[in-house]
């Protein structure tokens, strides 16, 4: 079954920055790009740990790139594909968003 989770303020979010958010117990990012919203699992490939480490930063120096705080995985905005690091050539999970009537929702899907 499909679920839509409103993210307040993600058609507010600023050309290259970023929010975090919880749904249920997984964290995802959602970021601007090009003027599109992507949104990703909180969660680096290498060691299945969150890309942050509580400092409060996702992005690189440049805001080019996100970056895992904890081995220095630089992660592509576009398509969330690893170009440098321990988890080259992988990817983080892209998760679906939809707008509505200006409004951006995440989409979850529950197996159950």
């Known amino acids: ?23 249920a117990h997984e964290n995802f990012i959602i970021v601007k790009k090009n003027g599109n919203l992507l949104a990703y699992k909180n969660i680096c490939p290498h060691q299945n740990r ?13 805001n080019d790139y996100l970056k895992c705080q904890h081995h220095g995985a630089l992660f592509t905005l576009d398509n969330g594909q690893c170009i440098a ?8 999970k892209q998760v679906t968003l ?13 197996d159950h």
């Open 1 to 23: 079954m499909l679920y839509k989770h409103l993210i307040k303020n993600a058609h507010n979010l600023a050309e290259g920055t970023y929010l975090r958010c919880q749904i």
């Open 85 to 92: 690091g321990p988890c080259q050539g992988q990817n983080l």
């Open 98 to 110: 939809i707008t509505e009537e200006e409004k951006v929702y995440l989409v979850t899907i529950n």
């Open 50 to 62: 969150p890309l942050d480490d509580n400092s409060g930063r996702i992005l690189d120096e440049g």
